[in-house]
């Protein structure tokens, strides 16, 4: 992984993001923790490692949304049946996308599968696309951020042996996306129950 990311830098970061946020299989998120504790070693700046991130994210589930507006499910279906992904996964999906809306579209950035067929299910599902786009800026904004900021911070700051630094800020990051879309989910079952009361 870090030799990819010392051989195409920030650009093989937004290739591998962009590529992923549409549904094909490249470690993005993996990419992105491996650059942000570059990063941390003052090896890659990490505003630019944030921004390239978040445009990435942004700009790759708005091609999803477009493969899913305009080829319909049908095409979605076919699309995925290649990727290797059950039926039953893209119906779960799209079912969270039509139930949810923009709260799914945040949530997914943060969750593997929904996250590269976040703007798909978006576009297939019929969603109006300036609501998509508003959610989905929120949700690449908060996953570019956790992801880099956090394993940044950890990596930089937090002292442990040298040779557990990768792994330690992997880890802490993890934590700190496991909290935030706990946080959400919680949120949203309070509205929820409130709606039902």
């Known amino acids: 992984m870090h030799h990819l990311l010392h051989q195409f830098g920030l650009a093989g970061l937004f290739l591998a993001i962009f590529g992923e946020s549409f549904g094909i299989p490249l470690p993005g998120e993996s990419l992105l923790i491996g650059a942000a504790g570059l990063a941390s070693k003052g090896q890659l700046p990490i505003v630019a ?6 445009v990435a994210a942004c700009l790759g589930d708005n091609v999803g949304f477009a493969i899913g507006h305009f080829g319909g499910p049908r095409l979605v279906n076919r699309l995925a049946a290649r990727l290797g992904i059950a039926q039953d996964r893209i119906d779960h999906v799209h079912e969270r996308v039509r139930r949810h809306g923009a709260p799914i579209v945040v949530i997914a950035r943060f969750i593997p599968l929904l996250r590269q067929l976040n703007g798909i299910s978006a576009g297939a599902a019929g969603m109006d696309w300036r609501y998509f786009t508003a959610a989905n800026a929120v949700g690449a904004l908060l996953w570019a951020g956790v992801w880099s900021f956090g394993t940044y911070w950890f990596g930089r700051f937090l002292h ?8 330690s800020a992997q ?19 309070t509205r929820r129950e409130e709606r039902v009361s």
Do not use: K
């Open 49 to 54: 490692v944030f921004v390239v991130a978040a």
């Open 160 to 167: 442990v042996p040298r040779w557990l630094r990768h792994e």
């Open 171 to 189: 880890v802490a990051a993890l934590i700190v996306g496991i909290l935030v879309v706990a946080m959400i989910l919680a949120w949203l079952r």
